[in-house]
C-alpha cells in the first residue's frame, strides 16, 4: 500500500482537525447538515480498517454488522488510511478530529489486504477486496467507497464489483495518484459501474498526481486535506489524494440519499452527475474532472438536478437491475482463493500543480474547470463513447 503524503510537518490534534477541512465551507457543509447530515445511510469502507474508537468515531462504526472471516480485526487499522477516510465521511469533528462531510452517516468497516500490512499472520487471515465487496454487497451499506487502487485488473475483484453494481449499491473509488510517473488506469475506479473520483484543490487546480482517462467520471477536493499521521490516532498530517476524493463524494451521495430516501443509486448518482460543476457539455465529460466537481448543497438546499428513472444508469443509459428485484438478489458466494495482485492506497502525493480551473462568479459554485482541461475536452471529445461502452462490460 503506498503511504500517505511523507514528509509533511504533523499538526497537533488540538489544532483541530476541523481547522484544516478547508472544503466543508466551500461547501456549504452547515447550511447543509441544517437539512441533511447523511442520517439513515450507511457507507462501507473498504480499507485499512477503521479503528472505532477515536473520539469523532465513536458511536459512528457498526462493527457488529460485519460478520464472519471478513469482519477479522476490521476496527484495528493497521496504517491510519482507513480510518482518516471514515472520519472524512462521517466523523463528528469530537476531541479535535475530523469532521465528516456526512455526520449523520454511519460506517461499515472492511479490513483488506493491502501492501502496507507486513505481518505474515495477519496477511493470512486478512481478506481480499473482493471477498469484502461482496460482503458490503450483501450488507444494507447503501455506499461503497474505496480508497485503494491497482493498475491491475482481477477476475474476482471484477465479478464481487458487478455483482455489488447489481444489488442496487453506490461504488466510489480513487482514481489513483500515478499521473505524474505512469497514468495507468487504477482499478477498481476503471471497473464498469464505479464512480471514479480525481482530485482537486481549494484553487480548483487538479493535482498533477491524480490519474487521468475515460473512467474519471467525478472530481472532488483532495489536496491539503488532513489525515491521520499513523497508527498512535495523535496528530495530523497534511496531504493529498484520491482517496479523500473519494470519501467525499461518498459522503455527499449520502447527504443526497439522506434527504431522498426513496430514490435509488442510479437516482442519487444522476443528481451527482446534473449537479456537478462544469463549464463544458455534459455529454462530453473531461479526462481530467468527469462530469465535474461534486456540489451536493446544489440538490440539498437548492433543489437542483433531475432524479430521472430509478432503473436506468445515467452513464451507460441501460436498463438496471430494479429496485423491487435487488433485495430478491442470489446470496454472495464465497470469493476464490487469492488471484489479487498487491493494491495500494489512493492516499499519496505532493504536489498539487496541474490543469486549471477556477471559481465561478455565482458562490454556490465550487469549481469551473477552465485553461488546461478545457484543451483536453476538445481533444478528448470521444472520451464518452469509450466510457458508455467500459461501462456496459
Known sequence: MTGLSAGLAPVAIADSGRAQQWYLDDMRAEQMWKVSTGAGVKVAVIDSGVNAETPALKGQVLADEVKGDVGYHATQDYDGHGTSVAETIAGTGKGGGLQGVAPGAKILPYRILLGDLKDKAERKRTPESAEAIRAA???????????????????????????AYAKGKL??????????????????????????????DESGHVGDFSEHGDYVDLAAPGLDVPYY???????????????FSSAYASASAALIWSA?????????LRVLIDTAARDWPKN??????????????QNVLDGKGNPGAADVDPITNE???????????APSASASGSSQASTSSSGGATSAAGSEAKSSS????????????????????????????????
Not at 178 to 198: M, Q
Not at 260 to 268: I, S
Not at 319 to 329: E, F, I, L, R
Open 137 to 163: 454487497a450483501d450488507s444494507d451499506a447503501k455506499i461503497i467507497n474505496m480508497s485503494f487502487t491497482s493498475d491491475y485488473t482481477t477476475p474476482d475483484e471484477k465479478a464481487a464489483i458487478k455483482y
Open 171 to 200: 461504488l466510489f473509488a480513487g482514481v489513483g495518484n500515478d499521473a505524474k510517473t505512469k497514468n495507468f488506469v487504477g482499478y477498481p475506479a476503471a471497473y464498469p459501474g464505479v464512480v471514479g473520483v480525481s482530485s482537486l
Open 362 to 393: 455565482d458562490s454556490n459554485t465550487l469549481w469551473i474547470a477552465l485553461g488546461a482541461v478545457a484543451a483536453v475536452i476538445v481533444i478528448g471529445g470521444g472520451g464518452f463513447a469509450v466510457l458508455r461502452a467500459r461501462r456496459n462490460q
Open 319 to 329: 436498463k438496471t437491475t430494479t429496485a423491487s428485484s435487488q433485495s430478491d438478489a
Open 260 to 268: 431522498h430516501p426513496d430514490w435509488t443509486a442510479n437516482q442519487v
Open 284 to 297: 462530453k465529460p473531461s479526462n481530467y474532472l468527469g462530469y465535474g466537481v461534486v456540489r451536493a448543497s
Open 229 to 243: 499521521c499513523d497508527t498512535s490516532f495523535t496528530s495530523f498530517c497534511k496531504g493529498q489524494g484520491t482517496s
